[in-house]
């Protein structure tokens, strides 16, 4: 069973620019999530995805945006970066019935720098 | 607004000792309470959860207690070693609303000393 890997581990981009990070997901889970966590703090839910939708989305703009795959996997993108969005990004997926349904499985993040 | 206040936001404790971390929330929706550990470098893992319908958990040297009328729940790690040296972080979120969309606390440093 593989867990949670997300790509690229690290990446430094300059204000304005974009970025996609991605994620696949652990096996047998349906549900993909993405979190910021900032230095010192705890993540911060950015949005869900479920059946290839959205399934939730906390208090981020509209720059920020997500995909999933048929195969679960996942994408976060993030348009016009600005210093701020400089933090750990981290992606967890889950299912939502059966055994461990609603447990989250963290990646270990992405870890951009915006300059 | 935070919705999840922990405290303390670091902790020293000696090998064999008890650590104690407090939570305390405001939404009386939320009805999971999940503990999550974290490593320099890794993401955060799942370390014990509890539901509002009971008031406390033991898992091996882990114990959560959960007070709903104060809203405020607890871990604590009983014979602390050195090897759980962690940043810990409590959580909430609402699961009868379809998935798990966690509110994390602001974390605690814990580190265990020989």
């Not at chain 2, 206040?5 to 939404?27: F, H, M, R």
């Not at chain 2, 979120?93 to 509110?103: P, Q, R």
Request: hydrophobic share 35%; net charge neutral; with cysteine.
């Amino acid at each position: 069973e593989t867990g949670v890997t997300q790509s690229p581990t690290h990446l430094i981009k300059t204000r304005g620019q974009q970025v996609t990070l991605r994620c696949s997901s652990q096996s047998g889970h349906n549900t993909v999530s993405w979190y910021q966590q900032a230095l010192g703090q705890g993540p911060q839910f950015i949005f869900q995805y479920y059946r290839e939708e959205e399934n939730g989305r906390g208090n981020f703009p509209p720059r920020f945006s997500g995909l999933q795959f048929p195969n679960y996997s996942s994408e976060l993108n993030v348009n016009a970066l600005e210093l701020d969005d400089s933090a750990l990004y981290l992606c967890a997926s889950s299912s939502l019935a059966g055994v461990g349904a609603n447990v989250l499985t963290f990646g270990a993040g992405s870890r951009l720098t915006v300059l | 607004q935070q919705q999840v206040k922990q405290s303390p936001q670091s902790l020293i404790v000696q090998k064999g000792g008890i650590s104690i971390i407090n939570c305390a929330y405001e939404n009386t929706a939320f009805d999971y309470f999940p503990w999550y550990q974290q490593f320099p470098g890794k993401g955060p893992a799942l370390l014990i959860a509890i539901r509002p319908d009971v008031s406390e958990k033991k898992e091996g040297r882990f114990t959560i207690s959960f007070n709903k009328s104060a809203k405020q729940f607890s871990l604590h790690i009983m014979d602390s070693q050195p090897g759980d040296s962690a940043t810990y972080f409590c959580a909430a979120s609402i699961l009868t609303g379809g998935g798990n969309k966690l509110t994390f606390g602001t974390g605690t440093q814990l580190k265990v000393e020989l």
